[in-house]
């Protein structure tokens, strides 16, 4: 520890960044640096398990750990809690990595592991053994269960606790040198089993397991439990402010126990609710049980809540970070709304996002009074929010598309686009009327429609002022590229996707429209040498994203990262529900 403590250099404490949200953990750093508490150092850390993909809920957490340590001119390490090598893969820890960056933090050369770790936990627990505060207990799992008694009654001392410190000793170092097969024996804390506090009740600190580790391969057989690697890891690191969610408020008795009985550095444990997001699971085992089921594609699913998944989808590290920062950080437990979220990309792509022209659902429309082979190049606004990004050039001809949903034979009352008899304007075209309808024979599928234009109406025109009810967008049937476009609505048919109908389980509430592909759809031109996560927004159809992983120069596919407006996004959901 004195080694770690050594390496952080003095440092100037950032004085607190005025207009920044505040909440009471960042009032207790406050406090912390006005007593000159931990000679005024700030220093945090993101502890990640290694055994699946970052999700949203973790994305609070970094912003936070990492948030904190930047505004009071701190430090945060990475440190990968990797203390159970049946669950945990290299592919995590590279997956983690990749999602911390991309959220926009930095750890410099604080990269740090559990494992690191190792030998000097294996020594406080020796240490603990001579004091006699720790013993080689020979219950199982199941026994262990039924000696540690209820909330309302008290546990049991194992038969084992009373073993003498030197045959603790031998029997713990037999147990590293891998004497004994998982399970058999475990090493735990003499505490109390007759404390309130289950934690406190003789709690396990090294299992026997005989399992090849990442970083370590097989050198250890026995590992540590969390609960014993949580606070000696951050006590090695100097860690000032451990901060936590709340189901490890009841644990800190226990790590407040261990770091006194070994007489080392003490960190400042703070715990603060865990994000809860409506239509979403948050359960690294639950996303797991999605994956290895097949109900998603994968950790990167663009329908998963991880971080992965999120900007595959389309969403920005600003956004993400705008919204950790709006749902603040509180001591009680809450859900908060999607809508939230999708409003925060909303937000940050309407300022950023290029307007682009896109049809899901082509239907064809012929202009009879438009010259044959006759182009026209006509200038389109590529963001009206930010003019420096000028425009483009849309080819304009005979023949173009349109959605299918702008036509109807017999429009509803209130429907103002395009129907026979009626005119609406082509967005930075012209004003059409349709005068005609062709079907296939024997379906009666509408195959074509015909409409005349008005010449003198072209955008821009002196006579473009000329008021119709609707606009629609288009595109040139002999310039427009095919594409696949997938639209993704929540993954849950529920808020709560727990709230499970009796004798269900939790994916019973998955959604069967959570993905719908559209195969046939037309785009822009040069969208073509789209690149990789490029978002665009699809003009009166939402914000769309060049998918990372299945798209190629011949075959794009882009994903719906959000609709444009949230009343729309909860119409279609409701509709697809009834």
Not at 162 to 171: K, T
Request: contains cysteine; proline residues 5%; hydrophobic residues 35%.
């Amino acid at each position: 520890m004195d080694e770690t403590l050594n390496r952080i250099s003095e440092r100037s404490v950032a004085t607190p960044t005025e207009g920044t949200p505040s909440h009471f953990i960042r009032n207790i750093v406050i406090e912390d640096l006005q007593q000159n508490k931990n000679a005024s150092r700030v220093h945090t850390r993101f502890p990640p398990e290694p055994n699946g993909y970052l999700h949203i809920g973790h994305a609070k957490s970094i912003c936070l750990n990492f948030g904190l340590a930047g505004e009071f001119g701190g430090l945060c390490n990475l440190r990968f809690d990797d203390t159970n090598p049946s669950k945990e893969d290299v592919e995590y820890v590279e997956s983690i990595k990749e999602d911390v960056r991309w959220l926009g933090f930095d750890w410099g050369d604080r990269e740090y592991f559990a494992s690191d770790y190792f030998a000097q936990l294996y020594q406080f627990a020796i240490q603990l053994i001579k004091a006699g505060k720790a013993y080689v207990c020979d219950l199982n799992a199941d026994q262990i269960r039924e000696y540690r008694g209820t909330l309302t009654e008290p546990g049991k001392n194992s038969p084992y606790r009373e073993r003498s410190v030197e045959e603790n000793l031998d029997l713990f170092e037999r147990m590293k040198v891998g004497e004994f097969p998982d399970g058999a024996r475990t090493l735990r804390a003499k505490i109390d089993m007759a404390s309130p506090n289950l934690n406190m009740r003789d709690p396990v600190m090294y299992r026997i397991l005989h399992a090849t580790h990442h970083r370590t391969g097989d050198e250890w057989c026995v590992y540590p439990t969390y609960d014993f690697a949580h606070g000696q890891s951050d006590s090695i690191e100097g860690i000032t402010h451990s901060i936590c969610t709340l189901e490890f408020e009841d644990h800190r008795p226990l790590y407040d126990w261990f770091l006194e009985q070994l007489n080392i550095h003490h960190p400042q444990q703070i715990e603060f609710a865990r994000l809860n997001l409506t239509f979403t699971a948050l359960s690294k085992r639950k996303l797991l049980q999605l994956v290895q089921q097949g109900h998603v594609g994968g950790w990167d699913d663009p329908r998963m809540p991880t971080l992965a998944g999120f900007r595959r989808r389309g969403y920005t590290p600003e956004a993400i970070r705008t919204f950790c920062e709006r749902i603040g950080v509180a001591k009680r437990n809450s859900t908060v709304d999607i809508a939230m979220l999708e409003h925060c990309l909303r937000e940050d792509l309407n300022k950023r996002a290029p307007r682009v022209m896109a049809v899901l659902r082509p239907l064809k429309v012929v202009i009879d009074n438009y010259p044959e082979g006759q182009i026209e190049e006509l200038d389109a606004v590529n963001n009206p929010e930010d003019p420096s990004m000028g425009t483009r050039k849309v080819s304009f001809s005979r023949e173009i598309y349109i959605e299918q949903d702008d036509f109807r034979e017999e429009p509803p009352k209130g429907f103002f686009r395009l129907s026979p008899g009626h005119e609406v304007r082509l967005r930075y075209a012209y004003i059409v009327k349709c005068t005609g309808v062709v079907k296939d024979s024997q379906t009666g599928e509408i195959k074509e429609i015909h409409c005349t234009y008005d010449p003198e109406t072209k955008s821009g025109s002196s006579q473009s002022s000329r008021k119709v009810k609707a606009t629609i967008h288009w595109l040139s049937a002999a310039h427009a590229v095919s594409a696949e476009v997938r639209l993704y609505d929540q993954l849950f048919i529920k808020e709560d996707p727990d709230d499970a109908p009796q004798g269900l389980d939790w994916t019973a509430n998955l959604n069967s429209h959570s993905l719908e592909r559209l195969t046939d759809c037309r785009v822009e031109p040069f969208l073509t040498n789209a690149k990789a996560g490029e978002r665009y927004q699809f003009e009166r159809l939402g914000y769309f994203c060049v998918d990372s992983v299945d798209s190629s120069p011949g075959y794009m596919v882009f994903n719906r990262a959000v609709t444009l407006r949230d009343t729309w996004a909860k119409v279609e959901r409701s509709g697809r529900r009834r």
